[in-house]
């Protein structure tokens, strides 16, 4: 079935450091693709997300792109900040009758100011 | 309200005890959701309610497991004779829209902690 792989946290990085999160999905469709953030103490929230190959989401200088031929939809930021220290989820949505979505293991990323 | 509420916040059972989850969804949202979120893992998929029909159950790990949501609108979780395997924090999502491509308006509850002792 369809499935999320994402890189193990947790990631530790000082502040104003590039971020990737790797991600990778297995699929049989044609899926969407999310980025989801959940902070501390809150639910998740969509980050961004992308609905064809190619595609960009973007949302809070966060981006990441559907690449089709790699299955992958990796997570970047050019510069974190403190607030950025969250749990992150990539996901995927096969489209189906009820949408129901397909959640990654999260990745815990920790900022140091 | 402003938001998916879910109560309780937490919640602490004994091996054997019956627990209902509540959700209240965003008012006038048409889907809801329900995922189970193991102590590290990603949430996964439980149930799924168009309004009042229950469309989809495949995700319920057994036969203890029941969602319910009766008008359409606040949606109850219940876990019979509960096992340690089930503590989790379980989290009840909604969106607006009831048709194809409802996760792109998908909002999340905090969830309710089970620990099942």
């Known amino acids: 079935g369809d499935s999320v792989t994402q890189m193990e946290g947790p990631v530790t990085l000082s502040e104003e450091a590039f971020l990737t999160i790797n991600c990778t999905y297995t699929a049989t469709g044609y899926p969407s693709l999310f980025w989801y953030v959940q902070y501390p103490g809150e639910g998740l929230q969509l980050l961004l997300k992308?609905?064809?190959?190619?595609d960009k989401g973007s949302n809070k200088g966060f981006e990441a792109t559907y690449r089709k031929e790699t299955t992958s939809f990796h997570l970047e930021k050019g510069s974190v900040q403190v607030s950025d220290s969250a749990v992150y989820f990539c996901?995927?949505?096969?489209?189906?009758?009820?949408?129901?979505?397909?959640f990654g293991k999260g990745t815990r990323l920790h900022i140091l100011p | 309200g402003a938001g998916v509420s879910q109560s309780p916040r937490y919640k602490v059972a004994k091996r054997g005890q019956d627990v209902a989850l509540r959700c209240d969804p965003i008012?006038?949202?048409?889907?809801l959701f329900w995922y189970q979120q193991a102590l590290g893992q990603g949430p996964e998929f439980l149930t799924y309610f168009q309004n009042e029909a229950q469309l989809d159950k495949s995700g319920l790990p057994s036969d203890r497991f029941f969602a319910e949501r009766p008008e359409g609108s606040v949606s109850t979780l219940k876990i019979q004779r509960t096992q340690q395997e089930d503590s989790a924090v379980y989290l009840c999502a909604s969106s607006l829209e009831g048709t194809y491509a409802t996760n792109e308006k998908l909002f999340f509850g905090s969830g309710t902690q089970l620990s099942v002792l």
């Open positions: 008012s006038g949202h048409v889907s």
């Open positions: 992308a609905t064809k190959a190619d």
């Open positions: 996901a995927l949505s096969d489209g189906n009758r009820d949408d129901k979505i397909i």
